[in-house]
Protein backbone atom coordinates (compact mmCIF):
# COMPACT_ATOMS: atom_id res chain seq x y z
CA UNK A 1 0.00 0.00 0.00
CA UNK A 2 1.33 3.28 -0.93
CA UNK A 3 1.77 6.62 1.05
CA UNK A 4 2.90 9.54 -0.07
CA UNK A 5 4.18 11.86 2.59
CA UNK A 6 4.18 14.89 -0.02
CA UNK A 7 1.00 16.06 0.73
CA UNK A 8 0.13 15.24 4.25
CA UNK A 9 -0.36 11.23 4.27
CA UNK A 10 -2.37 10.14 1.21
CA UNK A 11 -3.06 6.30 1.40
CA UNK A 12 -3.43 4.51 -2.14
CA UNK A 13 -6.58 3.28 -2.58
CA UNK A 14 -7.65 0.05 -0.46
CA UNK A 15 -11.05 -1.94 -1.81
CA UNK A 16 -12.95 -3.88 -0.17
CA UNK A 17 -11.88 -7.03 1.20
CA UNK A 18 -13.54 -10.10 3.31
CA UNK A 19 -11.05 -12.55 4.98
CA UNK A 20 -8.09 -11.05 2.89
CA UNK A 21 -9.62 -11.69 -0.32
CA UNK A 22 -11.51 -8.64 -2.56
CA UNK A 23 -14.93 -8.32 -1.71
CA UNK A 24 -16.58 -8.57 -5.42
CA UNK A 25 -20.08 -6.96 -6.13
CA UNK A 26 -21.34 -4.54 -7.92
CA UNK A 27 -24.13 -1.82 -6.32
CA UNK A 28 -27.88 -2.33 -8.04
CA UNK A 29 -26.60 -5.49 -9.06
CA UNK A 30 -25.05 -7.98 -6.66
CA UNK A 31 -25.30 -6.07 -3.75
CA UNK A 32 -27.80 -3.70 -1.88
CA UNK A 33 -26.61 -0.39 -0.48
CA UNK A 34 -26.20 -1.42 2.85
CA UNK A 35 -24.14 -3.97 2.02
CA UNK A 36 -21.76 -1.03 0.11
CA UNK A 37 -22.31 1.01 2.87
CA UNK A 38 -20.85 -2.05 5.24
CA UNK A 39 -18.18 -2.66 2.60
CA UNK A 40 -17.26 1.09 2.73
CA UNK A 41 -17.07 1.02 6.85
CA UNK A 42 -14.55 -2.07 6.37
CA UNK A 43 -12.18 -0.32 3.95
CA UNK A 44 -12.15 2.72 6.48
CA UNK A 45 -10.69 -0.03 9.07
CA UNK A 46 -8.13 -1.07 6.86
CA UNK A 47 -7.30 2.52 5.95
CA UNK A 48 -6.87 3.58 9.58
CA UNK A 49 -4.40 0.60 9.71
CA UNK A 50 -2.37 1.87 7.14
CA UNK A 51 -2.29 5.06 8.78
CA UNK A 52 -1.69 3.90 12.25
CA UNK A 53 1.47 2.22 10.05
CA UNK A 54 2.87 4.94 7.91
CA UNK A 55 3.08 7.63 11.19
CA UNK A 56 3.11 5.39 14.25
CA UNK A 57 -0.29 6.41 16.19
CA UNK A 58 -3.69 7.49 15.33
CA UNK A 59 -2.80 10.57 17.59
CA UNK A 60 -0.94 12.42 14.93
CA UNK A 61 -3.81 12.66 12.84
CA UNK A 62 -4.85 16.61 12.55
CA UNK A 63 -7.22 16.24 10.26
CA UNK A 64 -8.81 13.68 7.77
CA UNK A 65 -9.05 16.19 5.05
CA UNK A 66 -10.59 13.94 1.80
CA UNK A 67 -11.79 10.41 0.89
CA UNK A 68 -12.38 9.58 -2.85
CA UNK A 69 -14.46 6.72 -2.71
CA UNK A 70 -15.32 4.61 -6.28
CA UNK A 71 -17.82 2.55 -5.93
CA UNK A 72 -18.43 -0.20 -8.83
CA UNK A 73 -22.03 0.12 -9.94
CA UNK A 74 -24.68 0.08 -12.61
CA UNK A 75 -25.38 2.50 -14.76
CA UNK A 76 -28.56 3.34 -13.26
CA UNK A 77 -27.46 3.42 -9.64
CA UNK A 78 -27.80 6.65 -7.60
CA UNK A 79 -26.90 5.79 -4.04
CA UNK A 80 -22.74 6.26 -4.51
CA UNK A 81 -22.74 8.50 -1.39
CA UNK A 82 -24.54 6.33 0.67
CA UNK A 83 -22.38 3.72 0.24
CA UNK A 84 -19.42 6.41 1.41
CA UNK A 85 -21.33 7.05 4.14
CA UNK A 86 -20.28 3.80 5.67
CA UNK A 87 -16.63 5.17 5.48
CA UNK A 88 -17.04 8.68 6.67
CA UNK A 89 -19.21 7.98 9.46
CA UNK A 90 -16.34 5.31 11.18
CA UNK A 91 -13.58 8.26 10.92
CA UNK A 92 -15.84 10.75 12.40
CA UNK A 93 -16.35 8.30 15.43
CA UNK A 94 -12.77 7.48 15.62
CA UNK A 95 -11.19 10.85 15.44
CA UNK A 96 -14.44 13.42 16.41
CA UNK A 97 -15.57 15.89 13.87
CA UNK A 98 -13.14 18.47 14.82
CA UNK A 99 -10.32 16.03 13.30
CA UNK A 100 -12.47 13.29 11.33
CA UNK A 101 -15.07 15.39 9.28
CA UNK A 102 -13.70 15.60 5.68
CA UNK A 103 -14.12 16.38 2.16
CA UNK A 104 -14.82 13.92 -0.39
CA UNK A 105 -15.90 12.48 -3.92
CA UNK A 106 -18.59 9.73 -4.63
CA UNK A 107 -18.79 8.23 -7.98
CA UNK A 108 -20.06 5.30 -9.47
CA UNK A 109 -17.43 3.21 -11.93
CA UNK A 110 -17.80 0.11 -14.39
CA UNK A 111 -15.65 -1.75 -12.55
CA UNK A 112 -12.47 -1.88 -10.01
CA UNK A 113 -9.57 -4.38 -9.65
CA UNK A 114 -10.33 -7.56 -8.76
CA UNK A 115 -13.92 -6.84 -9.30
CA UNK A 116 -13.84 -5.23 -5.98
CA UNK A 117 -17.29 -3.23 -5.18
CA UNK A 118 -16.10 -0.40 -3.17
CA UNK A 119 -12.40 1.52 -3.17
CA UNK A 120 -11.53 4.54 -1.19
CA UNK A 121 -8.67 7.05 -1.20
CA UNK A 122 -7.55 8.94 1.90
CA UNK A 123 -5.73 12.08 2.39
CA UNK A 124 -5.26 13.18 5.79
CA UNK A 125 -2.89 15.63 7.58
CA UNK A 126 -0.73 14.60 10.38
CA UNK A 127 1.88 16.09 12.76
Excluded: W
Excluded at 28 to 39: F, P, Q, R
Excluded at 59 to 75: E, Q
Amino acid sequence: RNVDRSVGTRLSGHIARREGKPLVGQLGATMSTEDGKAAARAVAIDLLGTLQAAVGDLAKVKRVVKLLSLVNSTPAYTEHHLVTNGASELLVAVFGVEVGAHARSAFGVAQLPMGACVEIELIAEVE
